[in-house]
Structures are given as C-alpha cells and as structure tokens.
C-alpha cells in the first residue's frame, strides 16, 4: 500500500485518539503507530515529538473549539462574565462528552490527582488566560503585587474549580450527565457570589467613611 503524501497534526491526532479507544491502550512505539496508520515515522516527528505531546494537544483543542463556538454566537458578546462563564462551561463539557470515552480512558486513572497532569498544562495556560480576561470584577488595592497575587489566585481558583467539574464529570452516570450540568450552574454562580466585590467595597466605604469622621471629631 502506498505511503501517504500529506499528514497533518490533525491526522495524527484523529488516528491517535482511534487507536487508543479501539486498543484500549497507547501504541507500544512511534514506529508501530505510523506504520499501522500508513505513514513514514518521520512524518510523526514533524509535528509531535512523543505521544504525550498528541494527549496535550488533544485537550488545547477541546479548549479552541468551545471559545470558537462561543464567538460565533451573537448572544454571547453581550454577556457578562458570570454568564460568558457559564457558557464557556456548558460548550466545553459537551466537546468532553462528545470523546467521553477518550477523555476517560485518558484521564479515569490519574482523576485523584488532576492538578499535576502534564497533558493538561496547556489546557491550564489557554484557560487561566481565557478567565483573566473575562472582565470579572476585583478589588482595586492600590498595589501592584497585591493585585498581582488576587490576581493568580482568582485564576488559580478557577482552574482548580474546573478540575474539580472533570472529575465529578468523569464520575457522572446521570442520564445525558445532567448532574454535571447542575453542579456546573452551582458552583460557577457560587463562585461568582463569593467573587462580587460590591459587597466587599461597601464594607470599604463604610470603613473609610468612620474612619475619617473618628478623626474629624477628635
């Protein structure tokens, strides 16, 4: 049979993620995966360099096709960001339960420690930024490097919340996983309770304001 002339990275995804569901096991080599999908071994190595590499790309793309599918919504612009949020959630769990049974033969045997998964460090990176520039509303300190760290741990928070879905997720045997779609509308507004700082900042206010009257009547 001839060779393939043209193999893109999408090509080698699909065929890594056939494999793996068809074998239930990773391919045993680069050389036994290529040549069971008729292409030269080099040709792997112009776009991945180890198959832990494909499993990372895997989980980005989950990542580019759910914020795709949300510019194409008209609706979805005009959001704030508690429901941009909960949208991003909604279209990102359908693209996992679209390859649910990828995503958990990928993922089942290390969902206990999810936060220290290579594969999904560049799912962590597109996500983290995604969620910073949401426009989610924080406290104004006034300090760079205070700013900086409620900065990193609004977005660390939001990945570690995101981890937590995955796994009740992975865990999920509700009929069309509605409990996921309960505990994601749950714990995103939960979240966001806890992040509105209008609240916070009438306490501030109301601080500031006794504070200068203590001293005026002094």
Same mark, same amino acid.
């Not at 045997?109 to 999904?120: A, E, F, P, Q, V």
């Not at 983290?128 to 760079?144: A, C, P, Q, R």
């Given at each position: 049979?001839?060779? !393939?002339?043209?193999?893109?990275?999408?090509?080698?995804?699909? *065929?890594?993620?056939? *494999?793996?569901?068809?074998?239930?096991?990773?391919?045993?080599?680069?050389? &036994?995966?290529?040549?069971? %999908?008729? @292409?030269?071994?080099?040709?792997?190595?112009?776009?991945?360099?180890? @198959?832990?590499?494909?499993?990372?790309?895997?989980?980005?793309?989950?990542? #580019?096709?759910?914020? %795709?599918?949300?510019?194409?919504?008209?609706?979805?612009?005009?959001?704030?960001?508690? %429901?941009?949020?909960?949208?991003? *959630?909604?279209? @990102?769990?359908?693209?996992?339960? &679209?390859?649910?049974?990828?995503?958990?033969?990928?993922?089942?045997?290390?969902?206990?420690?999810?936060?220290?998964?290579?594969?999904?460090?560049?799912?962590? !990176?597109?996500?983290?930024? *995604?969620?910073?520039?949401?426009?989610?509303?924080?406290?104004?300190?006034?300090?760079?490097?205070?700013?900086?760290?409620?900065?990193? #741990?609004?977005?660390?928070?939001?990945?570690? !919340?995101?981890?937590?879905?995955?796994?009740?997720?992975?865990?999920?045997?509700?009929?069309?996983?509605?409990?996921?779609?309960?505990?994601?509308?749950?714990?995103?507004?939960? #979240?966001?309770?806890?992040?509105?700082?209008?609240?916070?900042?009438?306490?501030?206010?109301?601080?500031? @304001?006794?504070?200068?009257?203590?001293? !005026?009547?002094?």
């Amino acid at each position: 049979m001839a060779k !393939q002339k043209k193999l893109t990275k999408d090509n080698i995804i699909n *065929y890594y993620m056939d *494999y793996v569901l068809e074998h239930e096991k990773n391919p045993s080599s680069v050389y &036994a995966f290529s040549k069971v %999908n008729n @292409f030269e071994e080099s040709k792997f190595y112009e776009h991945f360099a180890t @198959f832990e590499a494909i499993e990372k790309s895997v989980f980005e793309a989950f990542f #580019t096709n759910t914020v %795709n599918v949300l510019n194409k919504s008209e609706d979805y612009g005009s959001f704030d960001a508690r %429901n941009k949020f909960l949208s991003f *959630y909604y279209t @990102f769990f359908e693209n996992l339960t &679209a390859n649910r049974s990828y995503v958990s033969h990928i993922l089942n045997k290390y969902k206990n420690d999810l936060k220290s998964l290579k594969i999904l460090a560049g799912l962590k !990176q597109h996500f983290t930024n *995604y969620v910073s520039h949401l426009g989610i509303e924080t406290l104004d300190l006034k300090n760079e490097k205070l700013e900086r760290i409620q900065d990193k #741990t609004l977005k660390e928070s939001a990945w570690l !919340q995101l981890l937590i879905t995955i796994k009740f997720w992975l865990d999920d045997t509700s009929a069309s996983f509605e409990k996921t779609d309960i505990f994601i509308e749950k714990s995103v507004n939960t #979240t966001f309770d806890v992040l509105d700082v209008a609240p916070v900042k009438s306490v501030i206010d109301l601080g500031k @304001f006794l504070f200068k009257e203590k001293f !005026q009547m002094n």
